[in-house]
Every structure is written in structure tokens, then in C-alpha cells.
């Protein structure tokens, strides 16, 4: 058949609109599959520089408080012990000195100081004050405290870790530099960890820095044997231990009347029944992690919460109302 002018310009017209929509579709799935190539590729890279961001370091800078520190140790609840250890070793230190003074021989002496003990017994308060008594002997200069711990001084990259522990150490020159659960810089089970880097740049600094800094590392008893077990140079350095025992159920009560006399607030009176009530059970009743005295702040603070919950809405409220934690706020914080 023989096809026509028009007939021939209407086929080519066709094809031309059919190869133009084919190369349309081949070019859109090579862009598609660039895009979400590219979406993948944005979104694996967001993970892994999520992944290697480090966690926030912690470092508290606490400026000595002005008062008397021996007084302040000794209206600490509880912690008889402790307390009977930091005054023997504050005496030693007086005597040395007048011993010096007159020109006799004093034994090389370390200020440095394993604290031992569960969560929430006290150290890190007594820590500070510590570092104050040290200033009143004129061991130190400015007395304060650095608090820490494995992440203010381990790095997630080679070669950065000491850098990181220098320049908190430098921060507690003429001060104490405390180390929470300062075994954590020795893991069980890591073969390859860079706290060991952290352990002797620090070991290093507390030597050249011997007259300007005083560390003072604290944890759980077992965990502290461990870590100090791990490093002759830590063996050599820490030698004077003072353990921290739990908070008695008596002890934990005095501590809760503690949070509302300084905070303005009474309790009822069979409301303070429960409270010794359950004090008592979670004494008896405590794991390794109980928090003694956390435990009982975190009660006082759900406690308050709770009677603001209780008056949510309410005006005019009277003076006893405003201050009195009930039984029913010691219910809610006990939850």
C-alpha cells in the first residue's frame, strides 16, 4: 500500500513522540536512582557522625565556699568514720608541720585519697570540703574541686586523650581533682581502651605537680581494689582509703528533715510515720545501686511536687497549707 504525503509526515511525527517519551523515562529512573542514592548515602553519613559524636563531658569547677570546713564536717549526718579519718589526717598533717617548723624530719607525706562506697553516701560533699581543709592546712592554695569522671578525661580518638586530661588537671592546679567511679578508666573486658592513656598522663601530672595537686578518686569498694590493683603507679600514689558505709534508716529520715528545714517545709505527723515506715523498708529491701541519700532527695522532690499538685488552681492558701508535705504527697513520692 502506498502511503500518502501526510499519511508518511503523521508515522514520523509518532515515532519522534515515542522515542522523545522513551529517552524521557530512561533519563528519570538514572535521576531517580541517583537521588536516592544520594538520600542513602546523606543519611548513613548524618548516623555515622552521630554515631562519633562524643558524649558530654563531665567537669564541675566548684569554687571553695567561705565558712569553716571542720565545722561544716562535722554537721554531715552520719559518716562517724569518715569523719574521725579526715580529722586524724588533718591532724597529722598540723603536727608535721610544726615538726618541720623546728627543723626536725617529717615523713614524705601523700594528700592524695581513695574514697570507697555506694552512690549517695557522701563523698563527693566531703571531697570539697576536704580540698578546704587542705587550703586552711596550706597544702593548697585556692581549694577547690574538679569534679569528673571517664568521660571529662577519655577521648573517642587516638592521641587526643591525654590532651583531654591535661587540661583538666591544669583546671585543678592549687585545687583537688576528684574522679567519680574512677575504675570505669579500666574496663573488665576492653583490651584496647584509651583510659589507660587518661591513667598515665595523669600519674605523670600528679608527680610533676606534687606540691599544687591532690586527687582524690572514689567508687564502689570492690570495683576501686581493681582499678588500683591494675597500676603499680596507682598502688604507689593512692595509699590512704576512707569508706563511706550506707545511710542508716534513722540516718536517711534526719537527712529528708534536713531537704525541708532548709527549704521551709513541715511534715505531718502521720506523715512522718510513713516516712520512716517506708525508709525502713527500702533499707531493707536495697540492692548495690540504691541511691541513700539521691533516694531520699528524689523523695523530698516528688514529695513537694506532688502537694503543688494537690493546690494546682487553688489562691489563698494559708501558711500551713503552702509548707505541709502530707500523707498523701509521701504516697505519690513513693510511687
Not at 4 to 31: H, N, P, W
Not at 245 to 254: F, H, Q, R, S, W
Not at 262 to 275: F, G, S, V
Request: aromatic fraction near 8%; charged fraction near 30%; hydrophobic fraction near 35%.
Amino acid at each position: 500500500m502506498k502511503l500518502t504525503g501526510k499519511q508518511l509526515t503523521i508515522i514520523v511525527v509518532a515515532i519522534a513522540f515515542i522515542v522523545m517519551a522513551i529517552f524521557t523515562m530512561v533519563v528519570g529512573t538514572e535521576e531517580d536512582g541517583k537521588s536516592s542514592e544520594n538520600t542513602d548515602q546523606t543519611e548513613q553519613t548524618t548516623k555515622q557522625d552521630e554515631d562519633n559524636k562524643e558524649k558530654p563531658d563531665s567537669v564541675v569547677v566548684n569554687e571553695p565556699l567561705e565558712g569553716d570546713p571542720y565545722k561544716e564536717l562535722d554537721e554531715l549526718i552520719g559518716l562517724g568514720a569518715v569523719k574521725d579519718e579526715v580529722k586524724s589526717l588533718a591532724n597529722f598533717v598540723k603536727l608535721q608541720k610544726q615538726r618541720q617548723d623546728k627543723g626536725l624530719k617529717t615523713p614524705k607525706l601523700s594528700y592524695h585519697l581513695v574514697f570507697t562506697g555506694s552512690p549517695g553516701t557522701g563523698k563527693t560533699t566531703v571531697a570539697r570540703i576536704v580540698a578546704r581543709i587542705y587550703k586552711d592546712l596550706g597544702i593548697l592554695k585556692k581549694g577547690h574541686t574538679v569534679e569528673t569522671d571517664r568521660s571529662g578525661l577519655v577521648a573517642n580518638y587516638v592521641g587526643q586523650t591525654a590532651t583531654k586530661t591535661n587540661a583538666v588537671v591544669d583546671s585543678a592546679l592549687n585545687g583537688v581533682l576528684f574522679i567519680d567511679e574512677a575504675y570505669a578508666l579500666v574496663p573488665e573486658n576492653a583490651s584496647q581502651d584509651y583510659g589507660q592513656e587518661a591513667i598515665s598522663t595523669l600519674l605523670k601530672r600528679m608527680e610533676d605537680d606534687r606540691d599544687k595537686l591532690v586527687v582524690i578518686i572514689a567508687g564502689y569498694t570492690n570495683e576501686m581494689k581493681r582499678f588500683i590493683d591494675s597500676n603499680p603507679g596507682l598502688q604507689s600514689r593512692f595509699n590512704r582509703y576512707i569508706n563511706f558505709p550506707d545511710y542508716t534508716a534513722d540516718e536517711l529520715v534526719d537527712i529528708f528533715k534536713m531537704y525541708m528545714k532548709r527549704n521551709e517545709y513541715t511534715i505531718a505527723e502521720d506523715a512522718e510515720e510513713m516516712l520512716e515506715e517506708k525508709l525502713n523498708y527500702a533499707v531493707e529491701h536495697k540492692d548495690r545501686n540504691f541511691g541513700n541519700a539521691r533516694y531520699v532527695r528524689n523523695v523530698f522532690e516528688k514529695a513537694i511536687q506532688a502537694q503543688a499538685n494537690r493546690f494546682s488552681g487553688k489562691k489563698g492558701l494559708n501558711e500551713r497549707q503552702l509548707t505541709e508535705i502530707t500523707v498523701e504527697d509521701l504516697e505519690a513520692a513513693f510511687k
